[in-house]
């Protein structure tokens, strides 16, 4: 069981370069995240999903895409990098159903993307 | 909007108990997590509270009021391994389904 895994764990971007990130979980949980997390601000929610083929945006969604086309997956897509989307990406995980709503959220490693 | 607080840094001596405190205040409420995260790596769960009172896990509890907007993350027997940053996050009913809202996190630090 790998749990949550993402990928690339580091990259650097110019600005203007797009990129895409994997996450995949091995859990068959229903909600997947996407978190970002600097310095004094905390995890902050940029979408998020509660099935396959679902999407709902968080708190910072602008300048970030996702799609959900299998469960197991979610993708977090940097269409135009800007300097301000310098930071440590989480995704998450959690399980879900009708008579237990969401429990803990497992979390991945993170990818440390840094834009110049 | 959601508000959450909780101290920045803290520190304490190996052995010792420390408190950490969080308040909130939100809309929607429907329960209340600690995570725990050491520098570099990921958060992972310590303790859940969705009604009042004291859930206790081991060295590590967690107390809710819910009329007052205000949990705490009680440590016992502190090790120099539990230095890390300790977030609280509360969940929140949304139109789209429960999402977490997370405090910036509290640094602890403990020493011999």
């Known amino acids: 069981n790998a749990g949550v895994t993402q990928t690339p764990k580091f990259r650097v971007l110019k600005t203007g370069q797009s990129m895409t990130l994997l996450c995949a979980q091995d859990?068959?949980?229903?909600?997947m995240y996407w978190y970002r997390q600097d310095p004094g601000m905390g995890l902050r929610l940029i979408h998020y999903s509660v099935g396959e083929g679902t999407t709902a945006k968080g708190e910072v969604p602008d300048g970030y895409n996702v799609s959900r086309l299998k469960k197991q997956n979610f993708l977090l897509g940097l269409e135009s990098a800007a300097p301000s989307q310098t930071s440590v990406y989480f995704c998450?995980?959690?399980?879900?159903?009708?008579?237990?709503?969401?429990?803990?959220?497992?979390f991945g490693p993170g990818t440390r993307l840094t834009v110049t | 909007g959601q508000n959450i607080d909780q101290p920045t840094e803290m520190t304490a001596t190996e052995g010792a108990i420390v408190q950490i405190n969080c308040t909130y205040q939100?809309?929607?409420?429907?329960?209340l997590f600690w995570y725990q995260q050491h520098a570099g790596e990921a958060p992972t769960f310590l303790s859940y509270n969705v009604l009042d009172g004291l859930e206790e896990k081991g060295r590590f509890s967690s107390f809710l009021s819910r009329s007052k907007g205000y949990s705490y993350l009680l440590l016992k027997e502190l090790q120099m391994k539990d230095s890390a940053s300790y977030l609280c996050a509360v969940r929140i009913i949304t139109g789209g389904g429960n999402k977490l809202t997370f405090g910036t996190g509290t640094q602890l630090k403990v020493e011999l």
């Open positions: 998450a995980s959690s399980y879900s159903t009708f008579r237990m709503p969401q429990r803990e959220q497992y």
């Open positions: 859990m068959n949980h229903e909600y």
């Open positions: 939100t809309s929607g409420f429907n329960g």
